[in-house]
């Protein structure tokens, strides 16, 4: 799977032109499914209007609205409740998985739970994440993103990119997310970690890393 991980969605034309080449097809030719999913476990972004903001491409994060062929809704909290055969092909079939920001913890439980997480690795498709949604492919987010927590405790996500990501950096409406803090989030980390504003964006194909930015960004090594 191709990985294009970012802050804060497609916010600029590196970014796009960085999804178009991964895409190999216009993005008018290519179909996605959108995961709100993420958003439900974080108290500022839902549920309610955010969601929908987000699924009907009405957010202020360029992902949704980029001009798809087609976009579906792939809510992970129902897929454990529905036959595999309703939902797996549809996910083995679309171009690209465009998932929302939220919490990081809840989005990797659903995606464990739903059994995407285990179709992940085998797909063909572009994995599009926004702050959570990008947050999430990594080992763990560090106890400074630690909101929902799972059942088994702890901050382990995914691990199928070998770094991690602090997002949204030096954001006027997060002050907290200042490099200062993100050098102490990264003290923390046992692998290479970056902080990303949200004009950058982390290419991942076949284990190849490549950061794409139009901002600022640091990677911390270990």
């Known amino acids: 799977m191709k990985f294009l991980l970012t802050s804060a969605g497609i916010n600029n034309k590196s970014m796009h032109d960085t999804l178009v080449d991964m895409l190999d097809k216009p993005i008018a030719d290519s179909n996605a499914l959108c995961i709100p999913t993420a958003m439900y476990g974080h108290p500022w972004v839902g549920p309610g209007v955010k969601a929908w903001q987000f699924i009907s491409g009405n957010s202020e994060n360029p992902m949704v609205d980029l001009g798809w062929k087609s976009v579906g809704v792939l809510e992970l909290t129902a897929l454990p409740s529905i036959d595999e055969e309703r939902w797996v ?35 063909q498709a572009v994995y599009v994440g926004m702050s959570a949604g990008s947050m999430v492919m990594a080992p763990n987010i560090g106890e400074y993103f630690v909101g929902w927590t799972p059942p088994g405790g702890g901050d382990e996500t995914l691990r199928l990119v070998n770094f991690s990501i602090f997002p949204h950096l030096d954001h006027e409406m997060l002050p907290g997310n200042t490099m200062s803090a993100a050098e102490r989030w990264a003290a923390g980390m046992q692998g290479p970690a970056y902080a990303i504003d949200d004009q950058t964006a982390i290419k991942v194909i076949d284990g190849a890393v490549e950061v794409i930015s139009e901002g600022h960004w640091k990677l911390f090594s270990p």
């Open 89 to 123: 092909q549809l996910v083995q079939e679309t171009d690209v998985l465009l998932v929302s920001g939220g919490d990081a913890l809840y989005l990797c439980y659903w995606m464990r739970q739903s059994g995407l997480a285990d179709l992940l690795p085998s797909l």
